[in-house]
């Protein structure tokens, strides 16, 4: 079976650009979660779906940062517009929605804003 | 709220030595699981181990080994015989046992294995 898809891998973009990063779960995985890593910080959540629905937002650090889940096999997380402090690895990560179930989580998303 | 915290940001081992990777949380959910992942200088992030907090016994995988100790909120990851590979910075994380709840991680423990 196909483990969670992140695209693009890496992307390098101008400050000002929109950034969209792209996520297909794992099939039959009802819960999405989008998390951000960086050297200072760690790995943060940023937004997490139970069956589509946004359940926490907490985690976006501010307006220019959106997620969107249209169906089960498809995630969005833009950045408008970027600043190079978003410079990052984001992960998307899946997981069923039972208890006791683990995260997987994809390659990562290596963004740079310069 | 949860929290996890892990003291040591480096350690250091010889190749086939065991090594202890400390890990202590809190929580006011009365059932959580408690994680380890390994992410390689490659970048994935790879599930290792899993503790639910009601097991009656310490989780094992292989090579690794939970020292799960409730009563004092530690969950420490134990490599056994340590190899080149294991090199990479490690994970301690927690998630509630409702269903579709995040996890939430620690900073990490970069851990270095020599020959």
């Known amino acids: 079976d196909a483990g969670v898809i992140q695209s693009p891998r890496h992307e390098v973009t101008e400050m000002g650009q929109e950034v969209t990063l792209r996520c297909k779960p794992i099939?039959?995985?009802?819960?999405l979660f989008w998390y951000r890593q960086t050297m200072m910080r760690g790995l943060e959540l940023l937004i997490y779906f139970n069956n589509n629905v946004p359940i926490d937002d907490s985690g976006m650090p501010e307006d220019r940062f959106s997620a969107k889940m249209p169906n089960a096999s498809f995630s969005t997380l833009k950045i408008q517009p970027s600043e190079p402090r978003d410079s990052a690895v984001y992960f998307c990560?899946?997981?069923?929605?039972?208890?006791?179930?683990?995260?997987?989580f994809g390659e990562g998303s290596w963004l740079t804003v310069v | 709220a949860q929290k996890i915290t892990q003291t040591q940001p480096g350690m250091f081992v010889q190749e086939k030595e065991a090594v202890t990777l400390d890990c202590t949380y809190d929580?006011?959910?009365?059932?959580?699981?408690l994680f380890w992942y390994k992410q390689p200088s490659s970048g994935e992030m790879i599930f290792l181990i899993y503790q639910g907090s009601y097991d009656q016994q310490n989780a094992t995988e292989g090579r690794y080994s939970l020292n799960f100790q409730k009563a004092r909120k530690s969950a420490n990851l134990v490599i056994s015989a340590s190899q080149l590979g294991d090199s990479a910075m490690y994970f301690c994380?927690?998630?509630?046992?409702?269903?579709?709840?995040?996890?939430?991680f620690g900073k990490g423990t970069t851990l270095s294995v020599s020959s």
């Open positions: 990560a899946s997981s069923p929605t039972v208890k006791r179930n683990t995260i997987y």
């Open positions: 994380a927690m998630r509630g046992n409702q269903a579709g709840t995040a996890l939430i």
């Open positions: 099939s039959g995985h009802n819960s």
């Open positions: 929580t006011s959910d009365p059932s959580y699981g």
